[in-house]
């Protein structure tokens, strides 16, 4: 009988070590070694293999196993060393499949996948089995790129997060060209809303054509040329509304629950220059004698210029003898996420800028260096178009009591991604992260709250800044007021 146990043993021995090689968990992982053997136990193990063998299509009759005496013992040794012979050659077979070069379709799909299984910021993957998701799409028919990117985009769909998607090689180039500063387009800032997928208007790019037309923050594009946008990513309505110099394009938009006719579009090119700044003198209270200088600077967007523009605007108003700043982010849809940190940097001498906060809930954290150019009073605008890195920026200047926020609640994007190029020239956009502000608070679609909450009337973007802009007066009344004048001394 002892003999018989260590034959067992090493059977399966062999069997797991070919569901090890195989890769075949989770069905075959419920088989561990090391555990005491006994009858139960036996037929438990028959039990087992019989339904991993059916997998390959073999029944062998292992429940057999259990019902067999000591007067027996030969059969069983002959009925398992069969097992072993047959599951040993089939399983060599399936293992010369695996060894098989995968395709090029196929390396793309694990390759995708094995960036997120090591990347993406929630460990259980929208409560299921990674895994399983990966085989699943292996075994759809994949024989050109459309086939693999349909694959790819329908196995990222399963996460349940926009932000975590698969960039066409022209779609990687136009967000790359993006964050470098140039756009062809009908400049919209665009996000797809987390609770009805509906495809919402961050904000208009000052002077586009989008602004032009008269779009706002805050609405909804339903169409794209008569193509409806439910269903599309973020980065193919994107698409849709790019293009070349002078062609048209028809958006259906909805406003305030009621839907707007068609607004027909100019695509043009798009200045980003993300920095708008120059100096005001405003009077302080109610007196027209004394005047206060104050630097007004609009930051439309975080890509790999805005720190350097805001640097050289601070240090210019500095020089003309700015006294007190407004920070103009509405309707700033973010970016780069460096970007943002080091103008936090500009403005805060120490102190944490943001936390960041990874799927083994570790958290990382970015920190003022001594480098502020400014300790002038300062006041931080901001609406419901303020999102991403523009929230990590007001957030660490609100928390560290460097300035007063004024407006409305901001956007509420409180996710870090990362960019990956694939092997194909495609990119792969992978949610790595949370951020909390240095107060530790998660304004995932919270967003911050203002200190002083402004509401604002429908106006041009040509307009803000002006004494049109219920927000910006606001700003300008509390840096005229004795008391901001007193704290700055």
């Not at 555990?35 to 019989?50: A, T």
């Not at 292996?138 to 960039?167: C, E, G, H, V």
């Not at 269903?231 to 394009?249: F, H, I, T, Y």
């Amino acid at each position: 009988m002892i003999n018989c146990l260590r034959l067992f043993t090493k059977c399966f021995s062999i069997l797991d070590f070919y569901a090890v090689k195989q890769q075949l968990h989770p069905d075959l992982k419920i088989l561990k070694l090391g555990q005491r053997i006994s009858g139960k136990y036996l037929f438990f193990r028959g039990i087992c293999l019989e339904s991993c063998v059916k997998r390959k299509g073999f029944n062998l009759g292992f429940r057999l196993l259990s019902f067999m005496g000591n007067r027996f013992v030969w059969v069983r040794r002959l009925v398992i060393w069969l097992a072993v012979v047959m599951t040993a050659f089939f399983c060599s077979v399936g293992s010369a499949d695996s060894a098989i070069a995968l395709t090029e379709e196929q390396r793309l799909v694990a390759e995708v996948w094995r960036l997120v299984d090591r990347a993406y910021v929630d460990d259980t993957f929208n409560h299921q089995n990674w895994w399983l998701v990966r085989q699943k799409a292996l075994k759809q028919p994949l024989n050109d790129k459309d086939q693999a990117y349909a694959a790819i985009q329908q196995m990222l769909a399963s996460l349940d997060d926009p932000f975590t998607r698969l960039l066409k090689p022209d779609q990687y180039r136009s967000l790359q060209t993006n964050t470098s500063g140039e756009l062809t387009g009908v400049g919209l800032q665009i996000a797809l809303d987390g609770d009805t997928g509906e495809l919402k208007v961050i904000a208009p790019i000052a002077g586009s054509p989008a602004d032009q037309a008269g779009i706002r923050p805050a609405d909804t594009i339903l169409k794209i040329d008569g193509t409806p946008t439910t269903g599309l990513s973020l980065d193919e309505a994107a698409e849709r509304m790019r293009g070349p110099v002078g062609s048209r394009v028809k958006l259906t938009i909805r406003r305030d629950s009621e839907e707007l006719a068609d607004l027909d579009v100019v695509r043009d090119r798009i200045e980003l220059n993300p920095v708008y700044a120059d100096l005001r003198l405003q009077s302080v209270g109610e007196s027209n004698n004394i005047q206060r200088k104050i630097g007004y600077i609009r930051l439309s967007q975080f890509n790999a210029n805005a720190s350097t523009e805001v640097n050289h605007a601070i240090q210019r108003l500095e020089k003309q003898g700015a006294e007190a700043y407004v920070l103009d982010l509405r309707s700033n849809p973010g970016g780069l996420l460096q970007s943002g940190i080091e103008i936090a940097r500009l403005w805060l001498d120490e102190g944490t800028i943001v936390y960041t906060v990874n799927r083994q809930g570790i958290e990382g954290s970015f920190e003022a260096t001594g480098q502020a150019l400014t300790k002038d009073p300062l006041v931080v605008l901001v609406n419901q178009g303020t999102a991403s890195a523009s929230e990590i920026l007001a957030g660490a200047l609100k928390d560290n009591g460097r300035a007063t926020i004024v407006g409305e609640r901001t956007f509420g994007k409180g996710l870090i991604q990362s960019l990956f190029d694939l092997s194909d020239g495609s990119g792969l956009a992978v949610t790595v992260a949370k951020y909390e502000t240095p107060g530790h608070i998660d304004i995932n679609k919270q967003g911050i709250k203002p200190d002083v909450t402004v509401s604002l009337d429908p106006i041009a973007m040509t307009q803000l800044g002006t004494q049109s802009d219920r927000q910006y007066e606001a700003a300008v009344e509390l840096l005229t007021t004795h008391t901001m004048v007193a704290g700055a001394a």
